[in-house]
């Protein structure tokens, strides 16, 4: 059972190649053109996206070692993502799928995140908590099965990711500046400064507040003292790093005792944060959980995790037709 599988949802774009669930391929091309702009321009995703996809496609099965004639699906990211972007790799995936005469299976680009748990072992077991975090999206997911999902926690605003990279601009870092912000943490004192945490209902966040607190908070800092920023720049990316941090997990852990479950992973570009990922280790040995953190590969938008999805929608018969277009906001239940 081989399926090609696309991703497209924002700068990446990316394909790989799964056969009867091992992954033999997982090729990403970014885009350096955004840099420039301090963050993504989708008309400029979308043409680098059709520059990209070809090859891209062409490298993931030279890799794996299977012809296009050998492939039994082609999967792809229906969304949720930037609607250039997700139409490049849909219509590709749809002409590819239609001259191969072969099925198509959409997938969801945050269920797919989930999903990237069980690329390698060992994987969560039922039920699992998942928090899902990156520039576009914050949600606590309730894993019931490998397709059955549920939201149960999600932001109310923007985004941590979202949080990390104005941070990042603010302090003059350039784009994509939530690694950077990582980064200059690991030097920094986490309680050099304190930012005001948001109180949201049940398992819901809020970072529009404390994103715009930074900003007051580094102007008054400025206008006293020119150089404030770069006199204090690890502490001041270790104390917002450690606020957004707290947030997340203080609304992990009330969701985690709650559901009395033990099985917690996290998922998406903002898994990559070397803080957050020692901070959840670490509340998972006071809580007694099992933690699962995906590679550093896997964390990222990829076209892997895709194909993980994709093959256990295969396995329950899961395909879509040729009239399926993208859809940009793609959120909720995902089962």
């Keep these: ?66 012809t296009k004639n050998q492939l039994n699906a082609i999967a792809f990211t229906r969304g949720p993502g ?62 019931r099965s490998h397709l059955d999902m549920e939201v149960i926690g999600e932001t109310q605003d923007d985004a941590v990711g979202e949080a990390f990279d104005k941070t990042a601009k603010l302090l003059g870092l350039p784009y994509p500046g939530g690694p950077l912000v990582d980064k ?4 920094g004192n986490p309680e050099a400064f304190e930012f005001p945490l948001s109180e949201m209902p049940k398992y819901n966040f809020s ?47 009330k969701a985690a005792r709650e559901l009395n479950i033990k099985e917690v992973a996290i998922a998406g570009g903002v898994s990559a944060n070397s803080g957050l990922r020692k901070a959840l280790q670490e509340l998972g040995e006071k809580e007694r959980w099992k933690v699962y953190i995906p590679q550093f590969q896997y964390c990222t938008d990829n076209a892997g995790m895709i194909a993980m999805a994709a093959h256990f929608k295969y396995l329950k018969g899961e395909f879509t037709s040729q009239e399926v277009s993208p859809l940009p906001r793609m959120d909720g239940k995902y089962s």
């Design 207 to 253: 970072f529009s507040g404390i994103k715009t607190s930074i900003l007051y908070f580094l102007k008054a800092n400025q206008a006293k003292n020119p150089n404030f920023i770069e006199e204090n720049m690890a502490d001041i990316c270790a104390s917002v790093q450690h606020a957004l941090i707290k947030m997340l997990l203080q609304k992990l852990r």
């Design 1 to 66: 059972m081989n399926i090609l599988a696309i991703e497209s949802s924002c700068d990446e774009t990316s394909a790989a190649v799964i056969s009867n669930g091992k992954i033999y391929s997982n090729i990403v091309a970014g885009q350096l053109i955004h840099e420039r702009f301090g963050g993504v321009v989708p008309e400029l995703a979308s043409r680098a996206h059709q520059q990209h996809i070809l090859p891209v496609v062409e490298n993931a099965l030279e890799k794996a070692k299977v």
């Design 184 to 187: 200059y943490a690991q030097q």
């Design 82 to 143: 930037l609607l250039g972007s997700l139409l490049v790799g849909t219509s590709f995936a749809k002409a590819m799928a239609l001259g191969l005469n072969i099925p198509l299976i959409e997938v969801n680009h945050i269920q797919a995140h989930v999903l990237a748990h069980f690329i390698d072992e060992p994987a969560p077991a039922f039920p699992f908590l998942c928090l899902t975090v990156s520039g576009g999206h914050t949600q606590i997911v309730l894993v």
